[in-house]
């Protein structure tokens, strides 16, 4: 079983960067696929970046392709979501999530964190 504990959200204005940490506890962390998701009021979950157990591959919607940079530190059971060029529409509260499955769909995520709040002001 894997623990998730985000930290590092905030309060920023347009054109700011933040840096997202989540900690995990378990054994198994390193064989996790680990992955951040972020809720805006009144929007589903969405999925924002993943990374394979090693680190070797990452994902990105669209949406943040290019500003948002996922990484882990396996050795310190970690991941990272640093968040550059921020807007308004990145605000959201932002999940931390593991599965044990090769995938970025939300719905097959096993374990989550219970979120931090990003607010980006304009």
């Known amino acids: 079983q894997v623990q998730l504990v985000e930290s590092g959200g905030g309060l920023v204005q347009a054109g700011d960067s933040l840096r997202l940490s989540c900690a995990a506890s378990g054994r198994t962390f390193r064989t996790y696929r680990m992955g951040w998701f972020r809720q805006a009021p009144g929007k589903e979950r969405d999925f924002v970046a993943g990374i394979n157990w090693s680190g070797s591959s990452t994902y990105y919607a669209d949406s943040v392709k290019g500003r948002f940079t996922i990484s882990r530190d396996n050795a310190k059971n970690m991941v990272y979501l640093q968040m550059n060029s921020l807007k308004p529409e990145d605000t959201a509260v932002y999940y931390c999530?593991?599965?044990?499955?090769?995938?970025?769909?939300?719905?097959?995520?096993?374990?989550w964190g219970q979120g931090t709040q990003v607010t980006v002001s304009s």
């Open positions: 999530a593991a599965t044990s499955q090769s995938t970025n769909d939300g719905r097959r995520f096993d374990y």
